[in-house]
Every structure is written in structure tokens, then in C-alpha cells.
């Protein structure tokens, strides 16, 4: 009996770029092409938490990186393209020129689509998790939800679930209101 080979970084980093990759626990992943919901969840989020996404100090919440379709390398078999990441400023002082960031983000959110649902909400989750990431937001845009999930030793604690026509400030980023009909495109402001 042949011995698995594992995927490493190298070979994600072969991978061509219009083939949407993950390399979790030496399986590369591949990904088919997000939804619209799922672009606009992603874009939607990202601006709201613009004011999170500057260096701070002016008054505002700031402090953070936020970046989309972030690379994080987590071990030699793992490095993960999330939907959204961020990093508080004093771990990652400078943005990294690699493509795969190997510091551990503190908050991640991934938006589910058919073809990721369960590497993010079991694998991805796992790799998360033992990575110690603070802070995992799941947006789900068919079933207009999001849950947002605390570290704890023993698993990932569920901390909050909204839905459609509801606010919220959620962890970690509660210096603003989210509106969830808004994320989730069911509304223009």
C-alpha cells in the first residue's frame, strides 16, 4: 500500500489563480465560483467594517487589517483563502508582501456557498480552532444568517445568531451596528 502523498504550500502556489484553492491538512480543496450573494455579503462587510481597517487613535474604532480573499498560511499542510480576515495592528504591525500571511488573523469570516458549506463549517473550522483564531463569523446568504463563534479550549462558542431584520453589534467589532438585511442584500440603505 502507497503512502498518501500530502499537498504542501508549493503546490497550492502552483495552483492557477482562476482555480480557487485551499490546502487544509495536506488535501488541496478546490472551490467553485462564488455566488452574487456571496460577492456582495463579502464587499458589504468589508465596508461596514471600514472604520475598524486604519491605524486608531483618531477617535474611531480602528486598529485593524480587514482584507478579502486573505491568504493565511497556518502550518506547512494549511493555508486557507478566507472570504474576510483581520488582524489587530500591534500583532501585524505592517502588511506582509507574501501572498500567504503567516501570522494567525484574529477574526475570520467565511460566506458559505454550495460548494465550501462543509469545509467551513467542519474543516476549516477545526483548522481555525486549533489556530487559536479569537473570532469566526459564518455568513450563510441562502439562509440569511450569520453566527458569530468565540474561542474557548473546548471548542468554538456559539455567541450570537441573527437574521434578516435584525441589528446587531457583534463581537469583535461592536463599535458599530450591523444591519443584517443589509449585509445579506435584502435591502439598499
Known sequence: MDAKKFATIDDLLSVPEE??????????????????????????????????????????????WILTEAG?????????????????????????????????????CEILSPSNRNNDLVHKKAVLHQAQVPHYWIIDPNDKTISVHRWAEAGYINIANCVAGQRAKLEPFEAVEVDIAYLLGDTDL
Open 19 to 64: 482555480h480557487r484553492a485551499e490546502l487544509i491538512n495536506g488535501d488541496l480543496i478546490y472551490h467553485g465560483q462564488a455566488s452574487p450573494r456571496h460577492g456582495k455579503a463579502q464587499r458589504t462587510l468589508g465596508g461596514i467594517l471600514d472604520p475598524f481597517d486604519r491605524k486608531g487613535g483618531t477617535g474611531g474604532p480602528g486598529g485593524w
Open 72 to 108: 493565511v498560511r497556518y502550518s506547512l499542510r494549511t493555508a486557507c483563502r478566507h472570504d474576510l480576515a483581520g488582524w489587530k495592528r500591534d500583532r501585524l504591525p505592517l502588511l506582509p508582501d507574501d501572498e500567504y500571511v503567516s501570522i494567525t488573523p484574529d477574526w475570520v
